[in-house]
């Protein structure tokens, strides 16, 4: 996980709309470390980021009206894909972008309570092995890939074994063999956490079960009318032929998720409800995608990005990198890293923001990520599609927001619209409905204060991407004097980054790190100064710093 690659980028730093509004110009073509410990991620809802396909926004008669942001908008992976060759993502400091599920979704709604829903954030699957026609194709998926790798971005699917879609007119509930309907979870003990569906119908997949299962009728019907049968059986009986796994539910799912790998070449995983499926479900997924990932890089070494292995970051909802590798689930104390995940969602940042200094926040992470959690990561954001309580839902902090999570050490999630203000306060919708709009591109084309607002994520950005230091490397405070301003160093990179600081003239001690006669460069402000005395002065109208070797 920790092995190198060294790429070229050219570095740019410039406001959305007009290139005049920024000083910085282009960069040296820099070489590059990539560690999944700092890497910078992007988080999008497929069908919420860009409509690059008008042509697939409505199918299966998906058109009854829904409750207010809960029916499908159009967005798809061309659009991403449109994104990605425009250089936003590049422009943005983002290495790895990590998108919800894809795969086929129930065809009916259903109403949970919060008005008819359909699965357009993905997590109501219904046939593993195809890819939604509202999110595209095989041929779309293969062409963002290969976009995304040739700009130095990694992609992330995101994995759902715990559950299938609701049961709806359209989509019969599966097999008892394969699916339990209740009870419903209470939460209140590891077994209520487990054996029992998250919501009322939401069948919970028998991931314990090691009883061999026929596949669901209606799942062969399907594969029969599109002409896939006889390949997705020989497929499957070769699957477990070579494993010597039982035919039983949770082993097809793994087999149909990992071909995602093999087919596609993806670099990772990002895991869903992790904590409602017993432990040792992700020690035998972990492998399945090792195995997979290993076959996709021997028959396609030309394609290869880096040496880095599968990534897996899982959502144990309500982890915290306070609970280090112990995670308490109903008194009983769980370790989901070893021989499973790289990386668990971290719950905690936007509250220690809160509440810490920003030097007690970067010490505390610096602290852990070096001891009871070394070796291993979290995956750090600020807001998300499924947390109620977001750092800054009024968006009145975002260049806070940014500033505290692009320095903080650990990986880092920026949710799509967060570099923009995306309104997270949608009249007339309901639960997270609010969280899940459309992103406001008209803004960021039109609005000065949103490009402003932008400029200030690319900027920090490309700096953490451009230094792994920053997300992954040894954290010291230098002064707190006027501001904090500390230092990240991993291997030779170094870095010296400082926040709060007052505008104008700074001055400020950089002998820890370089030498008299360095020259280095400020890439907020886009300033190259020389180091005398041991200290560099950089005047510039920000009250923010971040220093590199020219």
Known sequence: MKKILFIFILATIFSCKEKSSTKNTEKQLVKKEFVWEGANIYFLL??????????????FERTQKTGKLRGFEGGDIKGITQKIKEGYFTKLGINAIWMTPIVEQIHGGTDEGTGLSYGFHGYWAKDWTKIDPNFGTKEDLKELVAIAHKNGIRV???????????????????PSDWVRTGPQCTYESYEHTISCTL?????????????????????????KAEGRYEQEIKELDAFFTRTG???????????????????FGIDGYRVDTVKHTEEFVWQEFKQECDLAFADYKKNNPEKMMDENNFYLVGEVYNYTISDGKSFDLGGKKINYFDNAFNSLINFELKW?????????????????????????????????????EPFDKQRTMPYRAATMLLLTSGTSQVYYGDESSRDLTIAGTVGDATLRSFMNWDEIKNKKNTQKVLNHWQKLGQFRANHMAVGAGKHQVISEENGLIFSRVRNDDKIIAGINLTKGNKEINVSSLFKNGDKLNDFYANQIVEVKDGKVTVNSEYDLVLLELK
């Open 46 to 59: 497929t069908d919420r980021f860009n409509n690059g396909d008008t042509s697939n926004d409505i199918n």
């Open 156 to 174: 992330l699917l995101d994995a759902v074994i715990n559950h299938t879609g609701p049961a709806t007119e359209k989509d019969p509930v599966w």
């Open 199 to 223: 919501v009322k119908n939401l069948p919970d997949i028998k991931t314990e079960s090691n009883k061999a299962v026929e596949l669901p009728a209606q799942l062969v019907g399907k594969w």
């Open 245 to 263: 796994h039982p035919r039983a539910p949770r082993f097809y799912i793994m087999k149909w998720l990992t071909d995602y790998i093999t087919e």
């Open 352 to 388: 220690n923001v809160k509440q810490l200094t920003e030097s007690a926040v970067f010490h505390k992470y610096d602290s852990l990520l070096n001891t009871n959690l070394k070796g291993y990561g979290i995956l750090n954001y600020m807001t998300s599609h499924d947390d109620g």
